[in-house]
Structures are given as structure tokens and as C-alpha cells.
């Protein structure tokens, strides 16, 4: 093989120069297109071109106002750091992806809003201050993105879950305290908090373990929603969602599962509506 190589003719060696200095150019193009079309970013995230490329491929990116980010501009508690998304301004809504920029592991959750309103509520662990992404994809491809700057005192992804402080924390695994409320116009808002450590990997002797799918299905067993949930959300996760449900009492489907296999399931009442 080192012989055949070799011996090639030039006709052949510059024939592979051109096709080469062709792809080269060609690539130059499409890293600048792809360049041009990403908005400068309003946090001045020195992450924020690797996050483009990483988490928000596959359509145009756009800072949008309808995305509206809600979380402190300060973290109390860097362990559980409550942020709301609310995209339901949008239409066609296919994912929504949250991420920190400067945890050492960025993806906090992604949301399939399949029959619920483009709304998640959650908490998640900062290893240190760092702005907040959330992009929303549209059908068309395109992201609308919104997003935070959080000040943390930081060691939130390092640091151990408090589970690990009782000896038979495995005894409360998947504990799961849930309630669905109908708000002033009738929509029906779930929170669902679950007992898990939601392990990182990344404090000292605990290895990776956390809860990494939810999906919460009507009673016909379509999907409502569905989530892929990552070691940045915190631990005992607590989720909020706006299901789409109509006016009469229903029973939604919840099942959760864990990087060990662990699953757990539960059926969540929703009431109805109040008669004016």
C-alpha cells in the first residue's frame, strides 16, 4: 500500500489538489454562511457560536421576545436555581432546549410539547455564573431563542445531592408529590416533584445517576408531552407543564425513567373547569 501510493502520476496528484482545494473552499463558504447567520448574542456568552452549532443546528436562529425567560438575576441556592419558559407566544412549536453555556455539562432538558402549551417550569445546578440559552424550534426549522444571565456563587454540578447524607436515601427513590390546578382562564398547569438524586458524576466518589425521560400521556394515550432530562436539572426535579386538555375532569399518565432503568408511573387527576 505505502509502494501504490507512491507512484501515483502527477495528472492523478493534481486532479486530488484541485477536488481538495475545492471541498476547502466549499467548507470556507458554508462555515462563513453559517457564520453570518447567527445573531450576535445579547449576554456576550463566549459559548454562544459553540452552542449554535452544538444544540440549535438545523434552521435559522433568531433572538425572539416571545420567548420570554424568567429566573434570578442572582442565585440564592446554586444547587436549585428556578427558571420558567414561557414560549406560548409561538405556534407550531416542535422542541424546546434549554442549556447553561459554562456548566462543564450544558444540557439542562429538552421539551416535545406534542399536546401541551410551550411552557416548562424547572430548577437546575450552576457550577458557576453563566448565561441561560433556550431556544424554541418552530416546524419550519427556524430557533427562537431567549434567555438569562445568572450570578452564582458556583460547585453546584460538584457538589453531592443531599440524599447522599442518609444512608437509606434509595428507600424514597421515585417519591413523587403531583398536583394539576386550573388557572383564571382554565388552562391546566401540572407540577410534578420527584425524589431523585440526579447524580452528575462529577462530585467525588458518586458516579452518574439521574432521571433521564419523562413522558406524561391524555387518556386516550396520545402524548401530552415528552422530556429528556439531563444531570444539570436538580436534584428532587420538580417540573411544570401546561397540558392541553379540555374543560371536563381527566386523568393524565406520567412515567418516569432513570439512567439505571428504574421506572416509575402514576396517574394525575385534572379537574374540570368551574362552571362561571
Known amino acids: 500500500m505505502i509502494h501504490s501510493k507512491r507512484i501515483r502520476s502527477t ?25 453570518a447567520s447567527t445573531p450576535a ?7 454562544w457560536k459553540t452552542m449554535v452549532d ?4 438545523g434552521g435559522d436562529v433568531v433572538f425572539d421576545q416571545r ?20 414560549a406560548t407566544g409561538l405556534e407550531n412549536v416542535k ?32 457550577q458557576q455564573s453563566s448565561p441561560i440559552h433556550v431556544g424554541v424550534q418552530t416546524e419550519d426549522g427556524t430557533w427562537h431563542m431567549g434567555g438569562a444571565l ?17 444512608s437509606n436515601w434509595m428507600k424514597t427513590l421515585g417519591e413523587t408529590r403531583a398536583l394539576v390546578r386550573r388557572d383564571s382562564k382554565g388552562d391546566a398547569r401540572m407540577t410534578i416533584r420527584m425524589r ?3 447524580d452528575t458524576g462529577l462530585a467525588s466518589g458518586i458516579p452518574v445517576f439521574y432521571m433521564n425521560k419523562m413522558v406524561v400521556k391524555d387518556d386516550a394515550g396520545g402524548v401530552v408531552a415528552e422530556l429528556d432530562l439531563f444531570e444539570p436539572v436538580s436534584e428532587n426535579p420538580t417540573i411544570t407543564l401546561k397540558p392541553s386538555v379540555g374543560n ?28 362561571q
Open 41 to 47: 448574542d445579547p449576554f456576550g456568552s463566549v459559548m
Open 196 to 198: 431523585h438524586p440526579m
Open 150 to 166: 445568572i450570578d452564582a456563587a458556583g460547585g453546584g454540578c460538584t457538589a453531592p445531592a443531599a440524599a447522599h447524607s442518609v
Open 248 to 275: 371536563e375532569s381527566s386523568v393524565l399518565k406520567v412515567s418516569t425513567r432513570d439512567t439505571e432503568g428504574n421506572e416509575f408511573a402514576f396517574p394525575l387527576s385534572v379537574p374540570a373547569v368551574l362552571a
Open 67 to 86: 420567548v420570554i425567560v424568567s429566573a434570578p438575576k442572582s442565585a440564592e441556592n446554586q444547587m436549585h436555581v428556578p427558571i420558567t419558559v414561557d
Open 95 to 126: 422542541q424546546i432546549v434549554a442549556v447553561a453555556d459554562l456548566n462543564p455539562i450544558q444540557h439542562i432538558l429538552t421539551v416535545r410539547p406534542e399536546q401541551a402549551l410551550s411552557f416548562i417550569g424547572f430548577r437546575l445546578k450552576l
Open 54 to 57: 452544538t444544540y440549535f443546528t
Open 11 to 35: 495528472t492523478s496528484r493534481y486532479i486530488s489538489r484541485l477536488l481538495l482545494a475545492g471541498f476547502m473552499l466549499s467548507a470556507t463558504v458554508a462555515s462563513a454562511v453559517i457564520h
